[in-house]
T-cell receptor
């Protein structure tokens, strides 16, 4: 089955700096790649997603890039703010299958 | 605002008790999922359903059971709670199997 590796497991950045989280997947048939943000005491919330026919997608300060050849995708957060502190999960999915989640990255933005 | 609700939010219960964690969604989603989240953050799929009267076991073996008698309701039951069942339980739903909507979770402590 699909395997998703996520790195780093923890990430500490200074407010205003950029944060990058990387994920690799194993199933070349995967075609959907969402990112979730989980704040303390809440469930994960979808923040951005990308499909395999697109190389990059942006939404304000967050962007996701996909390299299908290398089977990896990344989340980029620019101009980080304290409210960006949370746990982030990547996931991948092949058609008809369930999402497979990465292990999570705990992001701390220091003021 | 997510339209998926989990109750209770917190539950402390004694060993051997039977418990049911409730999950309801008002979005008419056919697909629903239960995840167990350990303190290390990882999300482990324990049950899923693709529609009424359809339930399947997930990737992580669990002593819990689920039922899906109505589209909007997907309760999880533990017949005899044990300390090893202490965890955070997250319910999610999806219309297409892509973007999941998560509830806020139930934090279960078995003493």
């Amino acid at each position: 089955g699909e395997n998703v590796e996520q790195h780093p497991s923890t990430l500490s950045v200074q407010e205003g700096d950029s944060a990058v989280i990387k994920c690799t997947y194993s199933d070349s048939a995967s075609n959907y790649f969402p990112w979730y943000k989980q704040e303390l005491g809440k469930g994960p919330q979808l923040i951005i997603d990308i499909r395999s026919n697109v190389g990059e997608k942006k939404d304000q300060r967050i962007a996701v890039t996909l390299n299908k050849t290398a089977k990896h995708f990344s989340l980029h957060i620019t101009e980080t703010q304290p409210e960006d502190s949370a746990v982030y999960f990547c996931a991948s999915k092949a058609a008809g299958n369930k999402l497979t989640f990465g292990g999570g990255t705990r992001v701390l933005v220091k003021p | 605002e997510a339209d998926i609700y989990q109750t209770p939010r917190y539950l402390v219960i004694g060993t051997g008790k039977k418990i049911t964690l409730e999950c309801s969604q008002t979005m008419g989603h056919d697909k629903m999922y239960w995840y167990q989240q350990d303190p290390g953050m990882e999300l482990h799929l324990i049950h899923y359903s693709y529609g009424v009267n359809s339930t399947e076991k997930g990737d992580l073996s669990s002593e819990s059971t689920v039922s899906r008698i109505r589209t909007e309701h997907f309760p999880l039951t533990l017949e005899s709670a044990r300390p090893s069942h202490t965890s955070q339980y997250l319910c999610a739903s999806s219309v297409s199997g892509d973007g999941y909507t998560f509830g806020s979770g139930t934090r279960l402590t078995v003493v």
